[in-house]
């Protein structure tokens, strides 16, 4: 194990590879990949009576083609020199990608909460990712550049300083690290505060039970689950033994106290579901389980586990399982995770992970965010993602890199604002290959 000042001096050495000031820059490659081609060929393996959902989510603003667009930016990302300093990469860091969920002792935490696409990688993927999406978002709501600029560079400062923090840190502090809802409302007064506080009664109202009010109706003295497609297709009773089947694989991924309180439940009924931006078109399906004793409900999801974006790109072999992938990289980098999670193989050897469709969750709404609120939401982004990456990478290194200077901090967020061009000029030619009929589309 090298010492502390052996990790310093490596993450120091790292400069050379790649200087901070040199992250600001963004000039395409003469050879970049065709963003709609790269979306289009992404799309080859998703059920494709759903993809115009997805193209048509993507093009409602350039902050949701943002989210959808992880492989376009990662591709990106990948043709230019990283520094080297490897972590477990959420992969997908924007904005709506960290949220509120409920711990196992039942607390309200804040944190990442979107692993599909995580891999080990340089730290500064992640980064830049989030501060992308803050300038974007920024500009979708209005702002001028040189707001959009603050609020990156307020995700990037919250970031190193964080990670220097940490840095100084014993390994079960930083495994101990977590952000819960009373610290986020201590940053809070007057308005913003009362806003937070209804965001957070929501998220504590978004239980199982919420959700069998919404997702189900009672037929025949049942529960059933309802239909609206192509959003929400119930699964026909004569497949729901072949659910059980995959539930079964499922259930031997859970720790020993979980299978227990698990096979206290009985499956009921299930449906696929069209969730999120980026991940329609994946495989997703949602499942009914009822308490054996009381009749309480339990709403799991099993959703696809396709290969991660960043793979092609980085070196190292292709995972045996990517829904283990999947709930491995979720337990590393999240303070917390869903008792729930486990992973399984279903039909056509597809690969799937499972976890609590509801659970106390809830997001940030970023469109009626003020700019200073935006500001510091971004830095509360900053901070919790700093806290994931120090418990999978060197953090000693990475804050010996960063610095104490803000050299860092503002060429991430030029990077940010120049990104922010290039995603309106990527979201403009998937809504004008819409409009020309070549990409199919749909609304809600």
Not at 74 to 81: F, G, I, S
Not at 149 to 172: D, F, I, K, M, P
Not at 213 to 223: V, Y
């Given at each position: 194990m090298?010492?502390?000042?052996?990790?310093?001096?490596r993450g120091r050495a790292a400069r050379r590879r790649v200087g901070r000031r040199e992250h600001g820059r963004w000039i395409p490659a003469g050879d970049r990949p065709d963003p709609l081609k790269v979306l289009l060929e992404q799309g080859a393996d998703r059920v494709p009576d759903l993809l115009p959902i997805r193209y048509g989510r993507m093009a409602d603003s350039p902050f949701a083609y943002l989210r959808g667009a992880a492989a376009v930016l990662?591709?990106?990302?990948?043709?230019?020199?990283d520094t080297g300093l490897e972590v477990q990469l959420c992969g997908d860091a924007h904005l709506l990608n960290f949220g509120l969920f409920a711990s196992p002792e039942r607390e309200l935490l804040f944190d990442l909460n979107d692993f599909d696409e995580t891999y080990p990688g340089p730290f500064e993927w992640d980064v830049k990712r989030l501060a992308a999406s803050v300038a974007v978002a920024a500009l979708d709501n209005g702002e001028p550049?040189?707001?959009?600029?603050?609020?990156?560079?307020?995700?990037?400062?919250?970031?190193?300083?964080?990670?220097?923090?940490?840095?100084?840190?014993?390994?079960?502090?930083?495994?101990?690290?977590?952000?819960?809802?009373d610290q986020v409302l201590a940053l809070l007064t007057g308005r913003r505060r009362a806003r937070a506080e209804r965001t957070l009664a929501h998220a504590r109202r978004r239980t199982s039970l919420?959700?069998?009010?919404?997702?189900?109706?009672?037929?025949?003295?049942?529960?059933?689950?309802?239909?609206?497609?192509?959003?929400?297709?119930?699964?026909?009773?004569?497949?729901?033994?072949?659910?059980?089947q995959v539930f079964s694989g499922y259930r031997g991924t859970l720790a020993e106290d979980r299978r227990h309180l698990l096979d206290r439940f009985q499956l009921t009924g299930a449906a696929r579901k069209v969730v999120g931006v980026g991940s329609v078109g994946t495989r997703c399906y949602i499942a009914l389980l009822l308490g054996r004793t009381h009749g309480e409900p339990l709403f799991l999801q099993l959703k696809e586990a396709q290969r991660s974006v960043l793979e092609s790109h980085l070196p190292g072999r292709?995972?045996?399982h990517q829904g283990h992938r999947v709930v491995a990289g979720q337990r590393l980098l999240q303070a917390a995770s869903d008792i729930f999670l486990g992973w399984t193989t279903g039909p056509a050897g597809r690969h799937f992970y499972g976890r609590q469709l509801r659970d106390m969750k809830g997001s940030a709404e970023v469109d009626r965010m003020t700019a200073k609120g935006l500001r510091d939401y971004a830095a509360l982004c900053g901070q919790t993602l700093a806290r994931a990456h120090a418990r999978s990478g060197d953090r000693i290194a990475i804050a010996a890199y960063l610095g104490a200077g803000d050299a860092f901090d503002g060429a991430i967020a030029d990077f940010a604002l120049h990104y922010a061009d290039q995603t309106a000029a990527d979201h403009a030619e998937l809504t004008a290959a819409i409009a020309a009929g070549s990409v199919p589309a749909a609304e809600d």
């Open positions: 090298a010492s502390a000042a052996e990790r310093a001096k990662t591709a990106d990302l990948a043709a230019v020199p550049a040189a707001k959009a600029h603050a609020a990156a560079r307020a995700a990037a400062t919250a970031y190193r300083t964080a990670v220097r923090r940490l840095a100084g840190t014993g390994e079960c502090g930083v495994w101990y690290e977590k952000v819960d809802a919420q959700a069998l009010a919404k997702l189900t109706e009672e037929r025949d003295g049942r529960h059933r689950i309802i239909s609206d497609p192509p959003l929400l297709v119930p699964v026909p009773a004569d497949e729901l033994k072949a659910i059980g292709s995972p045996a």
